[in-house]
Nanobody, 126 residues
Framework: QVQLVESGGGSVETGGSLRLSCVVS????????MGWFRQAPGKEREGVAA???????IYADSMKGRFTISQNNAKNTLYLQMNSLNPDDTAMYYC????????????????????WGQGTQVTVSS
């Protein structure tokens, strides 16, 4: 059974940075999609950044240039480096995975992911 465990969230001021981590266990597929999603109170869960087993990455428009997704396969860990944070980035951040190497906009569509972590809270104060 696939398990995803996020960490690295916290409280920062506007302009600050955080690095989220997602440790994956029980995943044996050679093809995959992995992504970061976030959900603010009263809003739908939205895609932030994603990567597939071919190494392709995609970012939501508002995160381009500020966020960077990466992975360390030896450590079975997915990362999200977040810079220039602002209050609009305040949300619960989730790691997700699926055993298909999606491409394009499918990578940021939460409906195409089957495994989810419990989330880590990010709070940005002004």
């Amino acid at each position: 059974q696939v398990q995803l465990v996020e960490s690295g969230g916290g409280s920062v001021e506007t302009g600050g940075s955080l690095r989220l981590s997602c440790v994956v266990s029980g995943y044996t597929y050679s093809k995959y999609s992995m992504g970061w999603f976030r959900q603010a109170p009263g809003k739908e869960r939205e895609g932030v950044a994603a990567i597939n087993s071919d190494g392709s990455t995609i970012y939501a428009d508002s995160m381009k240039g500020r966020f960077t997704i990466s992975q360390n396969n030896a450590k079975n860990t997915l990362y999200l480096q977040m810079n220039s944070l602002n209050p609009d980035d305040t949300a619960m951040y989730y790691c997700a995975a699926h055993s298909v190497s999606w491409s394009g906009h499918y990578l940021l569509d939460r409906r195409y992911y089957s495994a989810w972590g419990q989330g880590t809270q990010v709070t940005v104060s002004s």
